[in-house]
C-alpha cells in the first residue's frame, strides 16, 4: 500500500524565516497531495493541495511544489509567524484516488 | 463548524463504564471514517465506511465497536477501555479523496 514519510519530525525557525517540509511517497498512481495544519487541540484542516498535473501551486504565504518523478513534495512557508506554529500533515490519495494516505506529521515550532 | 459534528467535545471515563462518541455529517459524503491521535503521536485511521458498510478495520480491539446506520451517522462504542486508550478521537468524511473534511474530535481520557 501506499506510504507517505514526513520529515523532518520537528522543526523550530525564527519568526520571519522560511519553513519547509518534505514529504515522499511510494505509489506512482497517486495524484492529489493535500497539506493539512492542526493546531494545538484543534482538529486537521486543509490549507492548500497539488494535483499531479501541476508543479507548484501558491496561496499567500505558503507554497507546494510536486516532483512526480522523484514522488515528493513539499510545503514551503514564507516570512513564518507565531500563528504558523502548529503540527502540519501531507497526504497522498490511495484506492483509485478515493481516500488520503496521512504522513505522520510534522512539529513546525516558529520562535518569535 | 466544518459540516462534520462529533459529540461530546471531552469524555471522562472509568475503566468499567460503556460510552458512545457520536460523528455527524451534512455534507453529502459517502465515506465515513474514525481515527485516533495519541499525544505526539501521528493519525491512526481506525475505521472506514462506504455507504455506510464497513470496508476497513485496522486491527482495532474489540472494545472498540463501531456502528453506521447510515452515510450520514457514525457512531465508536467503548467498553472496557483501557487507560492508553486516552486519546483524541476524529472522524472524518470524505465524497473522494479531495474532499476530507474532519470534525473537532472527542477527547477522551480513560481513568
Known amino acids: 500500500g501506499e506510504n507517505v514519510e514526513q520529515h523532518p519530525s520537528t522543526l523550530s525557525v525564527q519568526e520571519g524565516d522560511s519553513a519547509v517540509i518534505k514529504c515522499t511517497y511510494s505509489d506512482s498512481a497517486s495524484n492529489y497531495f493535500p497539506w493539512y495544519k492542526q493546531e494545538l487541540g484543534k482538529r486537521p484542516q486543509l490549507i492548500i493541495d497539488i494535483r499531479s498535473n501541476v508543479g507548484e501551486k501558491k496561496d499567500q504565504r505558503i507554497a507546494v511544489t510536486l516532483n512526480k518523478t522523484a514522488k515528493h513534495f513539499s510545503l514551503h512557508i514564507t516570512e513564518t509567524q507565531p500563528e504558523d506554529s502548529a503540527v502540519y500533515f501531507c497526504a497522498a490519495s490511495i484506492k483509485g484516488n478515493n481516500r488520503l494516505a496521512f504522513g505522520k506529521g510534522n512539529q513546525v515550532v516558529v520562535i518569535p | 463548524e466544518t459540516g462534520v459534528t462529533q459529540t461530546p467535545r471531552h469524555l471522562v471515563m472509568g475503566m468499567t463504564n460503556k460510552k458512545s462518541l457520536k460523528c455527524e455529517q451534512h455534507?453529502?459524503?459517502?465515506?465515513m471514517y474514525w481515527y485516533k491521535q495519541s499525544a505526539k503521536k501521528p493519525l491512526e485511521l481506525m475505521f472506514v465506511y462506504n455507504f455506510k458498510e464497513q470496508t476497513e478495520n485496522n486491527s482495532v480491539p474489540s472494545r472498540f465497536s463501531p456502528e453506521c446506520p447510515n452515510s450520514s451517522h457514525l457512531f465508536l462504542h467503548l467498553h472496557t477501555l483501557q487507560p492508553e486508550d486516552s486519546a483524541l478521537y476524529l472522524c472524518?468524511?470524505?465524497?473522494?479523496?479531495?474532499?476530507?473534511?474532519f470534525g473537532s474530535g472527542t477527547r477522551l481520557t480513560v481513568v
Open positions: 472524518a468524511s470524505s465524497q473522494g479523496a479531495e474532499s476530507y473534511t
Open positions: 455534507l453529502g459524503h459517502n465515506a
